[in-house]
T-cell receptor
Framework: DAGVTQSPTHLIKTRGQQVTLRCSPK?????VSWYQQALGQGPQFIFQ???????QRGNFPDRFSGHQYPNYSSELNVNALLLGDSALYLC????????????FGDGTRLSIL | QQQVKQSPQSLIVQKGGISIINCAYE??????FPWYQQFPGKGPALLIA?????SEKKEGRFTISFNKSAKQFSLHIMDSQPGDSATYFC???????????FGAGTTVTVRA
């Protein structure tokens, strides 16, 4: 049973570019959350998707957007990249509603030059 | 602002010793407190979690102690092993809410 899978593993971009990160949730999970983990810090909640809609959003600018597909997979898009966007981006999935995300993927390491 | 404050930032313990990590929170609406373990290059993995109606929860060598009046909770790792060397994060959320608020993490090093 595959867990949460994220792609790509690593990514290097330059300032001003746009990036798309992808996540496939654990089998049976229909809710996907995205977190940003800066080096040496705890993960920070970006947003959560359920039934293809953004259900809750953390304190992140509109440059961060997402999408969820009918198969529950999700994308995180970041526009106009800044140096401060360099971080590990984590996807977490959970089954149903009202359940705290517990299953994290190994993340995408995004480096901005 | 950080809703969960975690200490210490790092600790070193000898094999067989006890590791203790402390967390404090302000939001009294929090009612779910998980701990995550993260190895380098990996995502966080749920270790153990507690609700505030319980003062202590034990799973194997890992124990959470919870003090609701002080708004503090802690993780104790008994009989620490080199394989326990990792970064540990406390977190909090409102059950039914979807956002986890994480502490800044504690890097634990277990010396053989």
């Amino acid at each position: 049973d595959a867990g949460v899978t994220q792609s790509p593993t690593h990514l290097i971009k330059t300032r001003g570019q746009q990036v798309t990160l992808r996540c496939s949730p654990k089998s049976g999970h229909d809710t996907v959350s995205w977190y940003q983990q800066a080096l040496g810090q705890g993960p920070q909640f970006i947003f959560q998707y359920y039934e293809e809609e953004e259900r809750q959003r953390g304190n992140f600018p509109d440059r961060f957007s997402g999408h969820q597909y009918p198969n529950y997979s999700s994308e995180l898009n970041v526009n106009a990249l800044l140096l401060g966007d360099s971080a590990l981006y984590l996807c977490a999935s959970s089954p149903g509603t009202g359940v705290t995300p517990q299953h994290f993927g190994d993340g995408t390491r995004l480096s901005i030059l | 602002q950080q809703q969960v404050k975690q200490s210490p930032q790092s600790l070193i313990v000898q094999k067989g010793g006890i590791s203790i990590i402390n967390c404090a929170y302000e939001n009294t609406a929090f009612d779910y407190f998980p701990w995550y373990q993260q190895f380098p290059g990996k995502g966080p993995a749920l270790l153990i979690a507690i609700r505030p109606d319980v003062s202590e929860k034990k799973e194997g060598r890992f124990t959470i102690s919870f003090n609701k009046s002080a708004k503090q909770f802690s993780l104790h790792i008994m009989d620490s092993q080199p394989g326990d060397s990792a970064t540990y994060f406390c977190a909090a959320s409102i059950l039914g809410d979807y956002k986890l608020s994480f502490g800044a993490g504690t890097t634990v090093t277990v010396r053989a």
